[in-house]
């Protein structure tokens, strides 16, 4: 650290957050003996706390977030340059940075032409909703209205994004949510007997998963639903990869029954799994495409929503009508910070090339997992696409007992006590928050993804003996 920070200033700081602030997904009662902990300064892959104590980041920020690392100056300078230019104008108008970033993220999504800024996953995510919902009153006499979305997925925090919520847990004492979200099944081989499916391959699997999805279509009425929305990847609800042929089937049951199919792009975005987007691993063409955390790698706050020229087309078709456009406004999708950053953010991805760093590194983490699941029982599972794993802990291999979450977090203590911060799913799918996360940013280096998983040998060697 530059010694920025003195030892008054930090307690002044921990004191003023212990009385004032309102930490995410956490239950403060801790606070009142604890000390919350405050990180001070970023340096590529490494933060510091507090206490001056240095830990290896294996979750890029804590979700997902920082894929091209910390401190990166000409992020910072391309931000300072624009904002001293012009900050913020409503999207009424066009801005420089917003057109650039438009295209150039164009160029890299072949069937995809329009772009929706906004300032969350969450916010991009409502607003593919509206757009369906719109749609289906402009085109289907308001009959077309609902929304598929998968069991173990997530898209976010509102009460319209909580009504699409694969994860019980997240939605909880919320209720009651939107109506006109229709859950569909999970993909996740691996948990195949919850659903009655044990016993096939996976690729058998992969396509009985997505028949699933047309069984619930036909149980709801086909001319009733607008649109399917899935992760490419299920992140917090598991690190779920899907199984080979699942997305080819999903596709052709949209094309068959009319329905739009929309990405939450929201955690694989923009590098994560070794392609620019997740569902450029699986030839997918979606009508919707959502992103944010890596937008941006948290620089500045920046989400997407972006659609083909065919879905925008419906929206200007009718200038007549005062009701037909896109009656949408994002106040913060005006700031271009995000894009001016955002820019930034994809030009080092493309210098330093970290795709394929990403896809190199992610085979080796992926081998270092492997290992420590010969080693260590508890290990059910380790799945993953570029630098984005999980493993599952479960007490028995065959009845795949999931271990407690008490465990789980002692696992996590263990790692950062050695200076390694790794995740784990969390308040999630009910009694299955037992995958460990890891998503290091994709500048990782060999060094790095060894001191991840040696860190992860150590406390499951003291956790679970
Ligand atoms: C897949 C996915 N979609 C959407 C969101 C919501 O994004 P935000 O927190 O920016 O609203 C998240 C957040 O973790 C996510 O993981």
């Known amino acids: 650290m530059d010694g920025t920070f003195n030892e008054n200033d930090i307690s002044d700081v921990i004191a003023s957050d212990k ?13 009142e003996t604890n000390d919350p902990r405050i990180i001070l300064e970023g340096k590529g892959m490494r933060v510091w706390d507090q206490n001056g104590k240095e830990y290896l980041d294996a979750v890029s920020g804590g979700v997902w977030t920082v894929n091209v690392g910390y401190g990166r100056e000409s992020i910072a300078k391309a931000v300072y340059d624009q904002l001293m230019k012009l900050c913020y104008f409503s999207q009424s108008a066009g801005s420089v940075p917003g ?26 995510n409502e607003k593919v909703f509206k757009m369906v919902r719109q749609l289906s009153h402009k085109n289907h006499g308001g009959r077309k209205y609902k929304i598929l ?26 209720e009651p949510l939107a109506p006109g979200f229709v859950r569909v099944p999970h993909c996740m081989h691996y948990r195949a007997h919850e659903q009655g499916l044990e016993g096939l391959s996976i690729e058998e699997y992969g396509v009985r998963a997505a028949d699933a999805i047309e069984q619930v279509i036909l149980r709801e009425g086909a001319d009733t639903i607008g649109l399917l929305c899935l992760e490419p990847v299920t992140a917090g609800g598991g690190v779920i990869t899907p199984p080979p042929g699942y997305w ?16 939450d792009e929201v955690v694989c975005g923009v590098g994560r799994t ?9 030839g997918v063409k979606p009508d919707f495409v959502t992103m944010a955390k890596g937008v941006a790698s948290g620089y500045a706050a920046i989400a997407l929503c972006v ?34 950053a955002a820019l930034e953010n994809m030009a080092i991805i493309e210098d330093e090339n970290l795709l394929d760093n990403c896809t190199e590194m992610g085979a080796r983490m992926m081998g270092n997992l492997e290992a420590l699941m ?65 998503s290091p940013a994709l500048i990782a ?14 406390a499951l060697g003291r956790v679970f003996g």
Request: charged share 25%.
């Open 445 to 458: 280096k060999a060094d790095d993804i060894d001191q991840i998983t040696d860190a992860v040998d150590g």
């Open 149 to 174: 979305y998968r069991d173990r997925d997530y898209h976010g925090g509102t009460i319209g994004t909580m009504s699409a919520g694969g994860q019980d847990e997240r939605v909880m004492q919320y």
């Open 374 to 438: 010969e080693k260590h029982k508890i290990i059910g599972d380790v799945r993953g696409k570029g630098l984005f794993l999980g493993a599952e802990l479960v007490t028995d291999r065959s009845s795949k007992e999931p271990v407690s979450e008490a465990q789980m977090a002692q696992v996590a203590a263990d790692c950062s006590a050695q200076g390694v911060i790794i995740g784990m799913s969390n308040r999630s799918v009910p009694g299955l928050n037992n995958v460990l996360c890891f």
């Open 307 to 340: 659609t083909t020229e065919a879905v925008f087309d419906m929206f200007k078709d009718d200038a007549s009508d005062p009701l037909g456009y896109f009656r949408d406004i994002s106040t913060f999708g005006g700031c271009t910070a995000g894009p001016a």
């Open 19 to 31: 009385a004032h602030v309102w930490h995410h997904l956490i239950q403060h009662k801790q606070f």
């Open 99 to 124: 057109s650039r970033f438009a295209q150039k993220l164009i160029e890299k999504m072949p069937g995809m032409s329009r772009v929706y800024y906004t300032n969350s996953g969450s916010e991009a």
């Open 274 to 282: 070794g392609t620019w987007f997740g569902y450029q691993n699986y």
């Open 248 to 263: 080819p089937r999903v596709q052709e049951i949209c094309t068959k029954y009319d329905i739009l199919l929309h990405i």
